[in-house]
């Protein structure tokens, strides 16, 4: 999914996009969990909303541990930050 904000931010209108357009359609029919910064437009009532009618349980991983749980962050990122 390709979309264009001129702020070049996520913000809450690109993340319910990603949710209905790309991650539900990827997704089994069962409950599932989906880590989360604590990013501001992570928690608006929009994307909860969106969230809970797709069966998605929104994790928010505290400030300053995104780097002890989400697994690109530990696996992928910092190897590709340090050959930028």
């Known amino acids: 999914m390709v979309q264009f904000n001129p702020n070049a931010y996520e913000n809450e209108s690109v993340i319910v996009n990603w949710i209905t357009d790309m991650l ?21 009532n929009i994307v909860f909303d969106t969230f809970h009618s797709h069966d998605i349980i929104p994790a928010m991983i505290p400030p300053g541990c995104t780097s002890l749980i989400q697994s690109l962050d530990i696996a992928m990122n910092k190897l590709l930050k340090d050959i930028l």
């Open 24 to 44: 539900v359609p990827a997704l089994d029919l069962s409950s599932r969990i989906l880590a989360l910064d604590v990013v501001k437009f992570h928690k608006t």
